[in-house]
């Protein structure tokens, strides 16, 4: 019923931007090109039974019907500019309103993805006020291990939220692929040469995953961070817990932040798998 009734508004619209059945412009009958503007002053008022006067009169008659046409043409393209932004309006809400309801027939909330954007900078500033105040975020960075000091790791890399936020989402991605039994059997069975057996790809994403491993478990384990009371904590756990309640599964990265305890033993159970991808490929922490 919403996309009919928003399809016939957009119809209606279009049609108002049509002129009127047999609208034309065209100059009035026998007359030809309107006279210069100020004609009629320049002339002066016509002299009675002149013919000079007679001229000028219908001259000035004749700039009077172009004038009253041309501001007629303005006014309608006035209006028909009006009707086009209506139009233009109707068919962007139309658009929206059409991409929520087939989201929402896929299981995704109506506006998830607006609220997806609102819970990811708010997540962010709170990563921020945890991580980055300045002797924090001096500390965290001084003795991280950057692996191959490229992206986020880099030697320039300046921000402690930063590298959480970064490391969180290669961990989430390359997790399934790194803990697999057949990628873990691989991996210690055949130590330096593995690497020359992995398909395109998996060395990339296997050593993103180590990194990602070994940054977290520096920073969350870092003394400036476990020395922190659970009052600063309260902010961003109470957003995460939103963002669940809410199914905005593009959130679901910062999702082990909620329980950094639980995080990190589930760090310290995984790290013979860091441990064996360094061992494999050549990497050093």
Same mark, same amino acid.
């Given at each position: 019923?919403?996309?009919?009734? /928003? #399809?016939?508004?957009?119809?209606?619209?279009?049609?108002?931007?049509?002129?009127?059945?047999?609208?034309?412009?065209?100059?009035?009958?026998?007359?030809?090109?309107?006279?210069?503007?100020?004609?009629?002053?320049?002339?002066?008022?016509?002299?009675?039974?002149?013919?000079?006067?007679?001229?000028?009169?219908?001259?000035?008659?004749?700039?009077? @019907?172009?004038?009253?046409?041309?501001?007629?043409?303005?006014?309608?393209?006035?209006?028909?500019?009006?009707?086009?932004?209506?139009?233009? =309006?109707?068919?962007?809400?139309?658009?929206?309103?059409?991409?929520?309801?087939?989201?929402?027939?896929?299981?995704?909330?109506?506006?998830?993805?607006?609220?997806?954007?609102?819970? =990811?900078?708010?997540?962010?500033?709170?990563? =921020?006020?945890?991580?980055?105040?300045?002797?924090?975020?001096?500390?965290?960075?001084?003795?991280?291990?950057?692996?191959?000091?490229?992206?986020?790791?880099?030697?320039?890399?300046?921000?402690?939220?930063?590298?959480?936020?970064?490391?969180? &989402?290669?961990?989430?991605?390359?997790?399934? /692929?790194?803990?697999?039994?057949?990628?873990?059997?691989?991996?210690?069975?055949?130590?330096?040469?593995?690497?020359?057996? /992995?398909?395109?790809?998996? @060395?990339?994403? /296997?050593?993103?995953?180590?990194?990602?491993?070994?940054?977290?478990?520096?920073?969350?384990?870092?003394?400036?961070?476990?020395?922190?009371?659970?009052?600063?904590?309260?902010?961003? @756990?109470?957003?995460?817990?939103?963002?669940?309640?809410? =199914?905005?599964?593009?959130? #679901?990265? &910062?999702?082990?932040?909620?329980?950094?305890?639980?995080?990190?033993?589930?760090?310290?159970?995984?790290?013979?798998?860091?441990?064996?991808?360094? #061992?494999?490929?050549?990497?050093?922490?």
């Amino acid at each position: 019923m919403l996309r009919r009734a /928003l #399809a016939m508004a957009a119809e209606e619209a279009t049609a108002a931007l049509a002129p009127p059945a047999g609208f034309t412009v065209a100059p009035p009958a026998g007359t030809t090109m309107p006279p210069p503007a100020g004609i009629c002053a320049a002339v002066g008022p016509p002299r009675a039974g002149s013919s000079g006067g007679r001229v000028a009169g219908a001259r000035c008659g004749a700039g009077a @019907r172009y004038e009253s046409a041309a501001e007629g043409i303005r006014t309608g393209v006035t209006d028909a500019a009006a009707t086009a932004d209506a139009r233009s =309006r109707v068919l962007a809400t139309a658009g929206f309103l059409d991409e929520q309801l087939a989201g929402l027939g896929r299981g995704t909330p109506v506006l998830g993805a607006r609220l997806s954007e609102l819970l =990811r900078c708010l997540l962010r500033q709170q990563l =921020r006020l945890i991580f980055e105040p300045d002797h924090r975020n001096d500390a965290l960075l001084a003795s991280i291990p950057r692996g191959r000091r490229i992206g986020y790791l880099c030697p320039e890399a300046n921000s402690a939220a930063k590298v959480v936020a970064l490391a969180l &989402y290669d961990y989430s991605a390359h997790k399934s /692929l790194a803990t697999h039994p057949a990628m873990m059997t691989l991996l210690t069975a055949h130590r330096r040469g593995s690497s020359s057996r /992995l398909v395109a790809g998996e @060395r990339e994403a /296997l050593l993103s995953f180590a990194e990602a491993h070994d940054a977290l478990s520096h920073l969350l384990a870092h003394p400036a961070v476990t020395c922190m009371p659970p009052k600063d904590w309260a902010p961003l @756990r109470a957003l995460l817990t939103r963002a669940k309640a809410a =199914r905005c599964d593009d959130e #679901a990265l &910062y999702f082990p932040l909620a329980d950094v305890p639980r995080f990190l033993e589930e760090l310290r159970q995984s790290a013979h798998v860091a441990a064996a991808i360094r #061992a494999a490929v050549g990497c050093e922490r």
